[in-house]
């Protein structure tokens, strides 16, 4: 089977827009994440920043530790915070009765804390959001070890991947990554910042998936998959610079030390690169943070992109890598803003 290789952490990739974004701030805003016996997404605006699908779906128990950069999802006003949580019985590789699928380890938990930093080091708890398994065996959102009653809690399917019959980017799929008709137990917060950049995405259109919107964010995509195509290092980067920007702002450094640490140049450089043709029929939209984003995923698996390729390791092995911008339609044209 191909692995996986996400080039970006969360995915970084942006077309060049004629606005130069100026970011002002003297914070920077974390989300932390602690998850176990249980398969955990953290959304931020609904849009996930830190999973433990992965390690899961390959039999793992879904410990994990890590945090995420939600200040670029988060706009002044009101912000939605984020807990999903699925039983590792979905992901088991044994066949286990689907009545017994939604029961959980009973120390299944995810917790989140929304932590605000200043340039002085100073770190403010902003909000935390945890839930773990109550006396029934069933995910509940708890504060102070008592029944949070404020959390929106609501029981959903998640979406079902579809099989593809030509072109396709992997050889095999792993089925346990994205179980059918998979139970999910969603928690959301309300939370209000201030003080935050004017982010491109603010003000974007909601994307309605109209045949223009689709044509236009195609578009956008064959931009992209044409420069990583040519391998024009200097094409690349004029048009990540203003995700480049958005990232500096929220995480440190400049534009130059940014796009260096995409190590771009590094895809280029291995063995038989070659970017795998775009058949627009295998993918679909994922419309997030309501209609502001959006991003194309592969229909067999949602973590591949348009933009997608193939090498070979030093050790002869076939792999595929992908990067999966989010774009949001600013200024009559679809920009990747993530």
């Not at 706009?75 to 009545?99: M, R, V, Y």
């Not at 299944?108 to 065996?137: F, H, W």
């Not at 940014?258 to 627009?280: D, V």
């Amino acid at each position: 089977m191909n692995k996986k290789y996400n080039i970006m952490l969360l995915l970084l990739l942006i077309i060049i827009s004629p606005i130069s974004y100026t970011y002002n701030n003297d914070f920077i805003i974390r989300t932390s994440v602690d998850m176990k016996y249980a398969f955990c997404d953290v959304k931020t605006n609904g849009v996930s920043g830190a999973n433990n699908r992965s390690s899961v779906s390959r039999g793992g128990i879904g410990f994990g530790s890590t945090s995420t950069n939600s200040m670029i999802l988060m706009e002044n006003g009101e912000n939605t915070i984020t807990i999903e949580l699925a039983s590792l019985n979905w992901f088991s590789q044994d066949d286990i009765p689907q009545k017994e699928r939604n029961i959980f380890h009973p120390n299944a938990r995810c917790e989140i804390v929304v932590n605000k930093m200043d340039d002085q080091g100073n770190i403010i708890p902003l909000t935390q959001l945890m839930v773990k398994i109550n006396e029934d065996g069933q995910p509940e959102a708890y504060e102070n070890n008592k029944i949070d009653s404020s959390i929106e809690k609501k029981i959903i399917l998640a979406s079902n991947t579809e099989k593809i019959e030509s072109d396709k980017i992997l050889e095999r799929v792993n089925a346990k990554e994205y179980p059918k008709d998979m139970t999910v137990f969603q928690f959301n917060k309300k939370i209000n910042i201030s003080d935050l950049p004017k982010w491109p995405w603010v003000e974007a259109d909601k994307y309605e998936d109209t045949p223009k919107q689709r044509e236009l964010l195609q578009a956008a995509y064959l931009e992209l998959w044409t420069a990583f195509e040519q391998q024009d290092d200097s094409k690349i980067k004029q048009l990540l610079t203003p995700s480049l920007e958005v990232w500096a702002a929220s995480t440190g450094g400049n534009v130059e030390e940014q796009f260096a640490s995409r190590e771009i140049g590094e895809s280029f450089s291995k063995q038989n690169f070659q970017m795998i043709p775009i058949n627009w029929n295998n993918f679909q939209p994922l419309i997030m943070n309501n209609g502001k984003m959006v991003k194309l995923v592969y229909k067999e698996d949602f973590d591949f992109s348009p933009v997608s390729y193939r090498f070979t390791t030093e050790k002869g092995t076939s792999r595929v890598a992908y990067h999966s911008p989010i774009f949001s339609f600013v200024n009559g044209k679809f920009i990747p803003v993530i």
